[in-house]
């Protein structure tokens, strides 16, 4: 398929540094990047199956060993609005 889209010329600069860095045209680049961001089906469900909150999961994973190990008292109703009344 073959689609003409108008782009900003902010934009337009953003596509091209993108895909002169991955050393592609503008359009391939394009291309595969909605290919790749684009859900695989055509529209939701409204129900989210076993799969996709397993690959939601991973994703969520993904770097979080370097995120901080924080006590419980973090998370408590007086810790969200301390110094309010």
Do not use: C, I, W
């Amino acid at each position: 398929m073959t689609m003409l889209v108008e782009l900003d010329p902010e934009t337009e600069a953003r596509l091209k540094a993108q895909a002169m860095r991955h050393g592609v045209a503008p359009e391939q680049y394009a291309g595969n990047f909605l290919r790749e961001n684009l859900p695989n089906y055509a529209t939701g469900t409204g129900r989210l199956t076993r799969e996709d909150l397993r690959a939601m999961t991973r994703e969520l994973q993904e770097g979080s060993e370097n995120l901080p190990t924080l006590p419980t008292s973090a998370f408590s109703r007086e810790s969200f609005y301390e110094g309010r009344p």
